[in-house]
Nanobody, 122 residues
Framework: QVQLVESGGGLVQAGGSLRLSCAAS????????MGWFRQAPGKEREFVAT????????DYADSVKGRFTISRDNAKNTVYLQMNSLKPEDTAVYYC???????????????WGQGTQVTVSS
């Protein structure tokens, strides 16, 4: 069982930056791939980024490549999402999730946090 708690969301102007954190409970955090997903009002949940258990392999949605960076600290049971050059279209609730499998498909993720709101003003 893994419990996830996101933090770091907020209101930022376009072009600004935010860093999201996701703290995980449990001693098996380092065995899970981690992902960030987001959901805007009226839209389906979409993949943002994923990182494998060791942190050596990452993947990003095309819409955030070059602007967002996912990383993890297994000693702290935490995964991060550094978001730079934010755009109004990045506005959404951001969720972190844990998976034995990883990848971009949310159905491969077993555990989810409650989400944190990110709002980017123009």
């Amino acid at each position: 069982q893994v419990q996830l708690v996101e933090s770091g969301g907020g209101l930022v102007q376009a072009g600004g930056s935010l860093r999201l954190s996701c703290a995980a409970s449990g001693r098996t955090f380092s065995s899970y791939a981690m992902g960030w997903f987001r959901q805007a009002p009226g839209k389906e949940r979409e993949f943002v980024a994923t990182i494998n258990w060791s942190g050596r392999s990452t993947d990003y949605a095309d819409s955030v490549k070059g602007r967002f960076t996912i990383s993890r600290d297994n000693a702290k049971n935490t995964v991060y999402l550094q978001m730079n050059s934010l755009k109004p279209e990045d506005t959404a609730v951001y969720y972190c999730a844990a998976s034995r499998l990883g990848g971009a498909d949310p159905s491969r993720y077993n555990y989810w946090g409650q989400g944190t709101q990110v709002t980017v003003s123009s």
